[in-house]
């Protein structure tokens, strides 16, 4: 049974930096692609980044782009989102999700396109 498992959330103030992770067991994480979805309170859950599965293309958020880096190491069924420069915006529950479809620019940031999903790690920026 396909389990994803977010960690690495925490506080963190303006201008400081997270690493959060995302580890899947019951399946072979090289066969899916991986996206990380954020959602503030009161707010739609929105894309923030995705790493497909064939070729390991990526795709961001112009709003995170420069500041967060993802990337997958398949050996340990783990996927990464480096985040650098936090601004108080960034604050949400973020969430990793999977699919095992391949996706474009143009649909990897609709949360209705992936089938499963972790449970969320908070991440609050403050001061």
């Known amino acids: 049974q396909l389990q994803l498992v977010e960690s690495g959330g925490g506080l963190v103030q303006p201008g400081g930096s997270l690493r959060l992770s995302c580890t899947a067991s019951?399946?072979?994480?090289?066969?899916?692609?991986i996206a990380w979805f954020r959602q503030a309170p009161g707010k739609d859950r929105e894309g923030v980044s995705c790493i497909t599965n064939r070729n390991g293309q990526t795709y961001y958020a112009d709003s995170v782009k420069g500041r967060f880096t993802i990337s997958r190491d398949n050996a340990k069924d783990t996927v990464h989102l480096q985040m650098n420069n936090l601004n108080l915006r960034n604050t949400a529950v973020y969430y990793c999700?999977?699919?095992?479809?391949?996706?474009?620019?143009?649909?990897?940031?609709?949360?209705?396109?992936?089938?499963?999903w972790g449970q969320g790690t908070q991440v609050t920026v403050s001061s």
């Open positions: 999700a999977s699919d095992p479809n391949t996706f474009s620019g143009e649909s990897w940031w609709s949360p209705y396109n992936f089938t499963s």
């Open positions: 019951g399946i072979s994480l090289d066969n899916y692609a």
